[in-house]
């Protein structure tokens, strides 16, 4: 069975850091791409960042706009985590993070974690 276990959110100030951690079970993590979404409070679910899977080659990586340069999405097959490193962060980065991964035409969701960027 596929689990997706997401942790490490919390309250920080604006300017401040956090890492989000995804830890999977129950599938060949490296060979499967990971992505990050978030559910700002009263808002649709959106795109954060992808990777791609680094076997056989490198992984490729892709991000939101609005996340672009402050955002970096990394993964550790040895421990089977993904992880979302997110510096500079803004009041309107505010929201349930979630990670997904695809797997024969079925997507697998994290059970979340709330950030909130707040003074």
């Known amino acids: 069975q596929v689990q997706l276990v997401d942790s490490g959110g919390g309250l920080v100030q604006p300017g401040g850091s956090l890492r989000l951690s995804c830890e999977a079970s129950?599938?060949?993590?490296?060979?499967?791409?990971i992505s990050w979404y978030r559910q700002p409070p009263g808002k649709e679910r959106e795109f954060v960042a992808r990777?791609?899977?680094?076997?056989?080659?490198?992984?490729?990586?892709e991000y939101a706009d609005s996340v672009r340069g402050r955002f970096t999405i990394s993964r550790d097959n040895a421990h089977n985590t993904a992880y979302l490193q997110m510096d500079s962060l803004k009041p309107m980065d505010t929201a349930v993070y979630y990670c997904s991964t695809l797997i024969s035409q079925t997507y697998w969701w994290g059970q979340g974690t709330q950030v909130t960027v707040s003074s």
């Open positions: 129950g599938y060949t993590f490296g060979a499967y791409e």
């Open positions: 990777i791609t899977p680094n076997i056989p080659s490198n992984s490729f990586t």
